[in-house]
T-cell receptor
Framework: NAGVTQTPKFRVLKTGQSMTLLCAQDMNHEYMYWYRQDPGMGLRLIHYSVGEGTTAKGEVPDGYNVSRLKKQNFLLGLESAAPSQTSVYFC???????????FGSGTRLTVV | SQQGEEDPQALSIQEGENATMNCSYKTSINNLQWYRQNSGRGLVHLILIRSNEREKHSGRLRVTLDTSKKSSSLLITASRAADTASYFCATGNYGQNFVFGPGTRLSVLP
C-alpha cells in the first residue's frame, strides 16, 4: 500500500549513543518532514525538506541532523542521544506546501 | 505565532451524539487542516479548508472557518466508538510550515 514507512518502530538508546531513523515514501511527494510528539505539546517540527537534496531547520532542530539524498527517503540522525530526546517521532510527506500530510506510524524512542 | 489551539482539551460523549471541537489561532492563515490520531498511530488527514471557504463537509464531518474570529470548528455527527481519538488542527500560510495545536482528546462511550 502507498504511504509513509518508518523504521524502526521502537528503540531504546543509552545516553550518548547515536542512531538514524529512516522514513520512506512511495507517493512521489516533494515535501518531507520530521516531527516529535510529546505529551500535551502536540507535534513540533524538527527538520523538513522541500525536495531531493534540500533540508531546512524547523522549530526544534538542535541535536538532530537530516539528509535527503533520494526523493523517497528522509533520514533523521541523533548524533549523541540525550534523555530529553525521548519522544515519539513521526515522519510525514506532502505533495506541496498546502497538501494534506501523510504520516508514518511513528518511532517510539527512549533514551536512558 | 499562528499556532492553533484546540478547545476543549478533552471531550467525552455518548455514541450517537454530536461532537464539536474548536481551533483558534492568532495570525492570518491561508488554510487550516484537521487531523485525527488514534492511540499509538500516526495522524490521518481529515479535511482542508482554505481561507476563502466558510464550510466544508466530508461524510459525517463538517468543518467551518471564521477568519474574522480566527477560529475553526470540527463537528462529528452521530459519533461512533471508532471516532475515539485525538483531533488536531494545523494552520498554515503560503511558503511556511503548518503548525499543529496540542489536540482535543475525544472519547465516545458506548
Amino acid at each position: 500500500n502507498a504511504g509513509v514507512t518508518q523504521t524502526p518502530k521502537f528503540r531504546v538508546l543509552k545516553t550518548g549513543q547515536s542512531m538514524t531513523l529512516l522514513c520512506a515514501q512511495d507517493m512521489n511527494h516533494e515535501y518531507m518532514y520530521w516531527y516529535r510528539q510529546d505529551p500535551g505539546m502536540g507535534l513540533r517540527l524538527i527538520h523538513y525538506s522541500v525536495g531531493e537534496g534540500t533540508t531546512a531547520k524547523g522549530e526544534v532542530p538542535d541535536g538532530y541532523n537530516v539528509s535527503r539524498l533520494k526523493k523517497q527517503n528522509f533520514l533523521l540522525g541523533l548524533e549523541s542521544a540525550a534523555p530529553s530526546q525521548t519522544s515519539v517521532y513521526f515522519c510525514a510527506s506532502s505533495l506541496d506546501w498546502a497538501g494534506g500530510y501523510t504520516f508514518g506510524s511513528g518511532t517510539r524512542l527512549t533514551v536512558v | 505565532s499562528q499556532q492553533g489551539e484546540e478547545d476543549p482539551q478533552a471531550l467525552s460523549i455518548q455514541e450517537g451524539e454530536n461532537a464539536t471541537m474548536n481551533c483558534s489561532y492568532k495570525t492570518s492563515i491561508n488554510n487550516l487542516q484537521w487531523y485525527r490520531q488514534n492511540s499509538g498511530r500516526g495522524l490521518v488527514h481529515l479535511i482542508l479548508i482554505r481561507s476563502n471557504e466558510r464550510e466544508k463537509h466530508s461524510g459525517r464531518l463538517r468543518v467551518t472557518l471564521d477568519t474574522s474570529k480566527k477560529s475553526s470548528s470540527l463537528l462529528i455527527t452521530a459519533s461512533r466508538a471508532a471516532d475515539t481519538a485525538s483531533y488536531f488542527c494545523a494552520t498554515g500560510n503560503y511558503g511556511q510550515n503548518f503548525v499543529f495545536g496540542p489536540g482535543t482528546r475525544l472519547s465516545v462511550l458506548p
